[in-house]
């Protein structure tokens, strides 16, 4: 089967500085992939190369077949890649509604606004408030659509900005650190949706995290960066039990 | 009732007004008449500077260059007000696009800087280039006719300049809950999360300017038609000054907030009458204090108080969606 | 040929004055990235008091002038307190608004000061003497006026103590501490608040000394600010907001390319000529032309 992402040899430099080297990753449908790393590893750089956030300097980013490589983050966007950040990055003065519409933004709305995604914008056949609906009713969130953002706590907030991805029915889920501030009772729960999506919503899903066991725990697969290199991957047990990694970490808790 | 009020305040204000008009006397007229050219500027520049959180300091410019051509285009050729009222618009929005397509590489201080710098440009060519434009002269301003009969005095000229203020109007309400006022706000807060979201910034930014300079090209034409005579000191810093104190006395990133601020500083340089001092320290003062202790303006303070409805940023209001069947995964609730 | 020596004289010593005011811009710029709009309402106030020491109470003149620069000070710094700070502080805001908000109470400042020097001074324009009795002094060949004189050995004077400054002195090196990462300087225990004050200070003696020194040339009167202020951001988008002595050559070439064009093609083209270059640096070269490539400020 073809793998939905394909990196491949993905190398990003800023100045004299090689922040990724040569990575390579492949995600199948419906899969969860995870990517952990040591601070300073280059995982959020990488993660904002593939999500269109970050220049690539070498390399190729396929999905679904097409070279997204040098796509503006806005037209991966259109074309399935939607991503969470790892301090929420809702719009704090709009109602939850109107921030799951940003979601959309490349989907529905009239033709006179359309020039503001650009040419990128597709014409889907779809009801935005069913949609929206159809969301926050999965999320549990059904009676906190006209509340201001501002108002939600921060696990409300996180589930809505993976709403805000999914009313756009993407290809790829991108999850950057999503457990930051929640406590371990959240954490579980965020755990358990994140399990079902591939599932529910026919998405596959790559994740950066910190929290090694739940990664371990939720993810088909595990790519592990160390100074810009992928330096192993594998299954969560196979991860867990290579030395290559284990120095990765333990030695720069040593260092430390 | 009282509900059926808050919703529906823009409407109401415009009966209001109409009505007033058959009582008004001659300078309560051209005073009303001002406000409402100043409601369809700030409108303007409440878009861009409220609503996308870009600083641009160009809007005196536009707003003259909405006058002049307007009032050049019925002096010289003799064009009909139908044709030089959105002409003077389009030609400010075709400036605003060309100055916006570079400005938005830049912003903050830059923005601001490159926008004031086109200001003065704009003002050196209104004084310089007299053949056209008259020099510090200026230039007398016909009055605008439709089926033969003129519309001189400022009573007459009210009926054109309520109902181009009320299509301004409808038109900014339509934007607001576009996808447009959206982007326009996701810009403000967060320009990173609007390209993640599929969101063309550059694009959206180079709108804003057009625009919002639409918005000052029209107001300025109407302008025109309340002074009968542009000079270039029309449109000079006090004038911009006065637009940002309308937009933030009355509350930016707020339909209503035009509205209120427009209605305050047209009365107020009355009741300050004389001195061009006490104006701009009146101004200043109102601009300063209203910044560090109301900054959203009063419409954000009556928004915050429950008086005024909350903005909306999408279209027609919702059914309540149906409860669907318990979900898989709760959040939390508060 | 004595004709362009003169004429250079007055293209640098102006270019000099631009220095000075564009040199406070570029301080407060880097420190908060505020753009100070009422910079040049700074400029004209500190001229005015030192015409109100000098003229009105007959104060001395190099007595007048420190008393104008302390006024210079205390102003800079009561503006960042009273306006400025309650602002960039208030939490309830979100970032973006916070910016606009701060510039937005800059430019009231401008036109409030601009109104409050109005309404003594408003009807017509004044003169301030000049730092010396004789009016111009004559070096070979060349006759210059003795307050341009000054201007430039001031400004070159204060180019030097003020690079030193940021070297040197421990507070100059907190001050660019601060503008560089503002979270680790308070990290490490600087008290940004007496930075800001301080760079604020600085700024506003900038603009004053320019201020003071220019008055006897261009003459006081309440507008006088405004076109300093755009000529003052002119210099330091030449100079490229990094480096002081960027400034201060930005200044002098544009002040030096501004006269040849009024005496050779129109005086009414030196008016427009700042306008110009600021829209022309910052959309094609927006580091200057000493900036090093980085990243406009966001």
Not at chain 1, 39 to 57: D, E, M, Q
Not at chain 3, 11 to 21: D, E, F, I, R, T
Not at chain 3, 233 to 254: D, H, K, P, Q, T
């Amino acid at each position: 089967m073809n793998p939905l992402l394909k990196v491949e040899g993905l190398t990003v430099r800023f100045g004299g500085l090689t922040a990724v080297d040569g990575a390579r990753l492949e995600i199948g449908p419906g899969q969860i992939r995870g990517l952990i790393g040591p601070n300073g590893a280059g995982k959020t750089t990488l993660f904002n190369a593939i999500s269109g956030l970050a220049p690539t300097s070498a390399g190729s980013i396929h999905l679904d077949g097409v070279d997204i490589t040098a796509f503006s983050a806005p037209r991966r966007a259109a074309h399935g890649v939607r991503r969470t950040f790892q301090t929420v990055q809702l719009v704090q003065s709009l109602t939850v509604y109107e921030n799951l519409l940003f979601g959309l933004h490349t989907v529905a709305g009239d033709p006179l606004t359309a020039f503001v995604v650009g040419r990128h914008a597709r014409r889907m056949a779809v009801d935005p408030d069913a949609v929206i609906a159809e969301v926050l009713g999965y999320l549990g969130m059904t009676d906190l659509q006209d509340r201001v953002v501002d108002t939600l706590t921060i696990a409300q907030q996180r589930y809505l900005e993976i709403g805000r991805a999914l009313v756009a029915r993407p290809k790829l889920l991108m999850l950057d650190e999503p457990t930051a501030g929640l406590s371990p009772a959240q954490l579980e729960r965020l755990d358990a949706l994140i399990a079902r999506l591939p599932a529910d919503w026919n998405v596959s899903i790559l994740l950066v995290e910190h929290v090694i066991p739940l990664v371990v725990k939720l993810c088909d697969r595990i790519t592990v960066l160390d100074r810009g290199r992928v330096i192993a991957e594998g299954t969560g047990a196979e991860i867990e039990n290579d030395p290559v990694v284990q120095k990765a970490y333990l030695g720069e808790r040593l260092d430390a | 009732m009282l509900s059926a009020l808050r919703n529906n305040i823009l409407p109401l204000f415009f009966i209001a007004i109409f009505a007033i008009s058959f009582t008004t006397d001659a300078y309560s007229q051209y005073l009303i008449n001002l406000m409402l050219v100043y409601v369809v500027v700030a409108q303007g520049l409440n878009l861009i500077l409220g609503f996308a959180g870009m600083f641009a300091f160009a809007h005196g410019a536009f707003m003259a260059i909405g006058a002049y051509v307007s009032a050049l285009l019925m002096n010289e050729l003799g064009l009909p007000y139908a044709v030089a009222l959105p002409m003077a618009g389009l030609s400010a929005a075709a400036v605003g696009c060309v100055i916006g397509i570079p400005a938005i590489r830049v912003s903050g201080l830059y923005l601001a800087m490159v926008t004031m710098g086109i200001s003065e440009i704009v003002q050196w060519v209104l004084r310089h280039w007299k053949p056209v434009t008259g020099g510090t002269d200026g230039i007398g301003v016909a009055s605008p006719s439709f089926f033969g009969f003129e519309f001189s005095d400022d009573f007459q000229s009210f009926h054109i300049i309520f109902v181009v203020c009320a299509v301004m109007t409808i038109l900014a309400q339509f934007v607001v809950r576009s996808r447009l006022g959206r982007a326009f706000v996701a810009i403000r807060e967060g320009e990173i999360a609007a390209q993640s979201s599929g969101i063309n910034v550059a694009r959206t930014k180079v709108f804003a300017f057009a625009i919002s300079a639409f918005y000052a090209g029209i107001g300025g034409s109407l302008f025109s038609l309340t002074q009968h005579y542009i000079n270039p000191e029309n449109f000079n810093l006090y004038q911009m000054i006065m637009q940002f104190c309308m937009v933030i006395v009355g509350g930016s990133a707020s339909l209503v907030g035009p509205f209120i601020g427009a209605a305050i500083l047209t009365w107020l340089p009355e009741l300050l009458r004389s001195a061009q001092a006490f104006q701009e320290i009146g101004f200043g003062l109102l601009l300063i204090v209203f910044v560090i202790f109301m900054p959203r303006g009063l419409a954000g303070f009556l928004i915050d108080r429950n008086i005024l409805p909350r903005e909306r940023f999408s279209r027609a209001p919702r059914v309540e969606p149906e409860q669907r069947a318990a979900p898989p995964v709760t959040v939390e609730r508060t | 040929m004595m004709e362009i020596a003169t004429l250079l004289s007055v293209g640098v010593s102006n270019g000099c004055l631009y220095g000075l005011v564009g040199l406070g811009l570029v301080l407060v710029y880097n420190a908060q990235g505020i753009p100070n709009f009422a910079h040049g309402e700074l400029f004209m106030a500190t001229a005015f008091a030192a015409y109100v020491a000098n003229v009105i109470l007959g104060i001395p003149y190099a007595l007048s002038f420190l008393i104008a620069i302390a006024f210079a000070a205390v102003l800079g710094m009561l503006v960042e307190f009273l306006a400025i700070r309650p602002i960039s502080t208030n939490r309830a805001l979100g970032r973006a608004s916070t910016d606009v908000a701060v510039v937005l109470s800059t430019v009231g400042l401008m036109i409030t000061i601009k109104g409050l020097a109005r309404i003594p001074w408003g009807d017509s324009v004044r003169k301030l003497p000049g730092a010396f009795s004789t009016e111009t002094v004559t070096i070979g060949s060349l006759v210059i006026s003795t307050q341009r004189l000054l201007i430039i050995v001031v400004a070159a004077v204060l180019t030097v103590c003020i690079s030193l400054f940021f070297a040197r002195t421990s507070l100059g090196k907190k001050m660019r501490a601060t503008s560089q990462n503002i979270t680790g300087a308070k990290l490490i225990g600087i008290n940004t608040g007496h930075i800001y004050s301080a760079t604020w200070g600085l700024a506003a003696v900038c603009g004053g000394i320019a201020g003071v020194l220019a008055a006897p040339i261009i003459f006081l009167h309440p507008d006088m600010g405004t076109r300093m202020l755009l000529k003052g951001f002119a210099a330091a988008c030449l100079g490229g907001f990094g480096s002081v002595s960027g400034v201060f050559v930005g200044g002098i070439l544009m002040g030096i390319v501004e006269i040849f064009f009024g005496r050779y093609l129109a005086t009414s083209m030196m008016d427009i000529f700042a306008p110009i270059i600021i829209i022309v640096v910052l959309l094609f070269r927006p580091q200057g032309l000493f900036g090093a490539r980085r990243a406009v400020r966001v």
